[in-house]
């Protein structure tokens, strides 16, 4: 099993441009989840999903846009990059959110210059 | 906010020795939850514990939760270097899962 796949592992923006940061995973989880982690800061939840078709904001979600068409898939959209959304990101998903152990990607690396 | 805060930001032990990390948090949960991050990669579930337990043991750790306090203890024994890494509490509730923002652990050998 892949488990949780993210792409790409790097990425450089220019302030203002948009892209979509992939999640894929293949163990038929139902709760999927975002989150940045800035140094010092932990983890912040950007936003998540209880299932296909439910999405709803965590923590931290201005600037961020997600969907989940399937059980599969949940990207995120930044819509117009940002230097404030150089980060690292973090897609885990969850048999139960909050209640299981989360699985988590091993990660976005971004920046906005 | 982060309904995590864990406590010390940074501990730095001799291998063989006990390390323990605390985490306190603010509001009431379904469940506390540990994990690893060692670096530039992404985390690795450790160990949950109920709201409804007080201690739970695998196989070097030992998790106790304190609901009254609000808070929670992580106990790594007999310290090894590859250990070093850094540790996060999570707490559980309402289909959300918050990070507090993590004890960085440094055993040397």
């Known amino acids: 099993n892949a488990g949780v796949t993210q792409t790409p592992k790097f990425q450089v923006l220019k302030t203002g441009q948009s892209m979509t940061l992939q999640c894929a995973q293949d163990?038929?989880?139902?709760?999927m989840s975002w989150y940045r982690q800035d140094p010092g800061m932990g983890l912040r939840l950007i936003h998540y999903?209880?299932?296909?078709?439910?999405?709803d904001q965590g923590e931290v979600p201005n600037g961020y846009n997600v969907s989940r068409s399937t059980t599969e898939d949940f990207p995120l959209r930044l819509l117009s990059a940002a230097p404030s959304q150089t980060s690292v990101y973090f897609c885990?998903?969850?048999?139960?959110?909050?209640?299981?152990?989360?699985?988590f990607g091993q990660g976005t690396r971004l920046t906005v210059v | 906010s982060q309904q995590g805060e864990e406590d010390p930001q940074a501990l730095s032990i001799q291998e063989g020795e006990n390390a323990t990390m605390n985490c306190s948090y603010k509001?009431?949960?379904?469940?506390l939850q540990w994990y690893r991050q060692n670096s530039g990669r992404g985390l690795v579930h450790l160990i949950l514990?109920?709201?409804?337990?007080r201690e739970k043991h695998s196989g070097r750790l030992r998790v106790t939760l304190d609901t009254s306090k609000k808070s929670s203890s992580l106990l790594i024994t007999a310290s090894r270097a590859a250990d070093t890494a850094s540790y996060f509490c999570?707490?559980?509730?309402?289909?959300?899962?918050?990070f507090g923002q993590g004890t960085e652990l440094s055993v040397k050998p």
């Open positions: 885990a998903s969850s048999y139960s959110q909050g209640g299981t152990e989360a699985f």
């Open positions: 163990m038929n989880h139902e709760y």
């Open positions: 999903s209880v299932g296909a078709g439910i999405t």
């Open positions: 509001t009431s949960i379904n469940n």
């Open positions: 514990i109920r709201s409804n337990e």
């Open positions: 999570a707490t559980g509730k309402g289909g959300k899962l918050i």
